[in-house]
């Protein structure tokens, strides 16, 4: 188990570790001449559940999708665990398989069943023998609610159930953060609630968590803090009660009222 | 109607030229087995090429697969067999089918396959690299496999291709199917040896040709 899981398991409690488990500073990342994230500085505890918010385009899948370097910030440094994630010699594969990270579009792979997505990089990554990986893919189907669908191929299931194999397959790596993008979005209203479950269940067994999602109900009831971007910087954060409640910039206010509508 | 039957369908001269036909069969199979399975790792190193970040490796393979497009296969297959020679090589008619087939089929299956690749959403790669696998892994485990299955009918279609155009090596006096009838059309005077090697082309290919119609009905759904 790496020491951020390690950490974050015992992270639960009122108790808050010293040090940030992610920590972003001065981020900025530019496509040609325009400039998507204006220097963002964000750090997220272990064991923390942080919800990221913020009209279409504000550039909260970039920021996200900068962490693990699936896009290359222009600027800015990042900090996860310890590590200089932006630094040139990092192992980005091994640093990759710590930070989970969740789709909008789930991206399960349409030709492996749910137990072979699951197991895919338990066997390439961490290079476990076959059986072990089926034993620890099979546990974490078992965890989202889905040990029965292992024979499924992706294209047989439900939008929520696909999505919870994509949990399943990044938690299955025993990462020490997960990251989800709108993990929500794409499902029909009455899948949402057993993707929710599975968060909700991750978040109570000490995951660190950065969830981008508009589900508010979700937010004032597992969130420990709400962040809301616009235009590629953070205009406020504080908690759910702070952000949905009373916030204090005229900009949130109008984003939250109209989400909630 | 009996010369039509003497000519093209003598049983007697056809059971005759038999060995000689299946002799060459055992060549056309031969050459299959070798420029297929190398045309496929061809072609992936050509669909690989094709969307390299090297600008250098991008021009040659283009340049590659142009050329063996505009190019009569026949045309590919003299040049490298009475070509060579001139730059020193002697190359058995084997190896001159074995190089000018990996030439062509490289190029045709590269641009199969290539669109293939394309094909795959780019949340796959996403998805796959996010896990922590490298390039390489990603590619081989998650973007290949439903790149050629998207492209399936394509790929088999392509194949058939490739057996008929075996037959070119005759040209090259190399003992195939085609050439070893001709020669027992030569002896008996007589086309019925040429028509048992069609017949046995036909029997080769046809489930081919009828599984690409069902693919490509498959797709279509
Ligand atoms: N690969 C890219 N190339 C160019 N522009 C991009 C790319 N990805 C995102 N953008 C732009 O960056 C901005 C932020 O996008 P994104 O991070 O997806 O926002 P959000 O997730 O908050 O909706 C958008 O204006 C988008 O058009
Ligand atoms: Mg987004």
Redesign the interface.
């Known amino acids: 188990m790496s020491e951020a899981s390690e950490l974050s398991a015992g992270g639960t409690g009122t108790m808050r570790p010293p040090h940030p488990l992610l920590d972003i500073r001065g981020l900025h990342k530019s496509f040609g001449t325009i400039e998507v994230l204006k220097g963002i500085d964000l750090a997220v505890s272990p064991g923390e559940l942080v919800f990221l918010i913020g009209p279409s385009g504000s550039g909260k899948s970039t920021l996200l999708r900068c962490y693990n370097r699936l896009e290359e910030a222009s600027g800015g440094s990042i900090w996860f665990d310890g590590q200089e994630v932006l630094a040139d010699r990092i192992d980005i594969n091994a640093l990759r398989r710590r930070m989970g990270m969740v789709f909008q579009s789930f991206n399960l792979y349409p030709h492996m069943t749910a137990l072979g997505n699951v197991t895919l990089a338990l066997r390439k990554v961490l290079k476990k023998p076959r059986a072990e990986a089926e034993r620890i893919g099979m546990a974490a189907l078992e965890g989202v609610g889905l040990a029965h669908k292992a024979a499924s191929y992706p294209g047989e299931l439900s939008g929520g159930q696909q999505q919870r194999v994509a949990i399943a397959r990044a938690s299955a790596l025993e990462p020490g953060l997960m990251l989800f993008d709108e993990p929500t979005s794409a499902l029909d209203p009455e899948l949402v609630g057993s993707v929710l479950q599975a968060m909700r269940d991750m978040r109570a067994a000490g995951m660190t968590m950065l969830v981008v999602s508009h589900e508010m109900r979700f937010a004032r009831e597992a969130a420990d803090r709400v962040v809301f971007m616009d235009g590629g910087v953070i205009v406020e954060q504080g908690p759910p009660e702070q952000i949905f409640g009373s916030p204090r910039h005229e900009r949130t206010r109008a984003f939250v009222s109209e989400v909630a509508r | 109607m009996d010369v039509l039957l003497q000519q093209f369908f003598n049983l007697d001269i056809m059971a005759k030229a038999l060995p000689l036909v299946l002799q060459g069969l055992k060549t056309t199979l031969l050459i299959c087995l070798i420029v297929i399975p190398m045309g496929l790792i061809g072609g992936v190193l050509v669909a690989l090429a094709s969307r390299s970040t090297v600008r250098a490796l991008r021009v040659s393979v283009t340049l590659l697969v142009d050329l063996m497009r505009a190019l009569p296969p026949l045309v590919v297959l003299i040049l490298v067999y009475s070509g060579l020679p001139f730059l020193g090589l002697r190359i058995s008619p084997l190896t001159a089918v074995v190089i000018a087939f990996f030439l062509n089929n490289a190029a045709y299956y590269g641009e199969i396959i290539r669109a293939g690749i394309e094909s795959v959403?780019a949340?796959?790669w996403?998805?796959?690299?996010?896990?922590?696998?490298?390039a390489d892994?990603a590619f081989t485990?998650?973007i290949l496999?439903?790149g050629l299955?998207n492209v399936l009918p394509d790929l088999v279609s392509n194949t058939v291709e490739v057996v008929k155009l075996t037959s070119l090596a005759s040209v090259v006096s190399l003992q195939e199917m085609l050439y070893s009838a001709d020669m027992a059309r030569s002896l008996t005077f007589n086309a019925s040896p040429i028509v048992l090697a069609a017949l046995i082309y036909f029997a080769l290919l046809w489930p081919a040709v009828r599984l690409v119609s069902r693919l490509e009905h498959a797709a279509a759904r």
């Open positions: 959403p949340g796959q996403e998805a796959a690299r996010s896990t922590g696998l490298r892994q485990w998650v496999p439903q299955r």
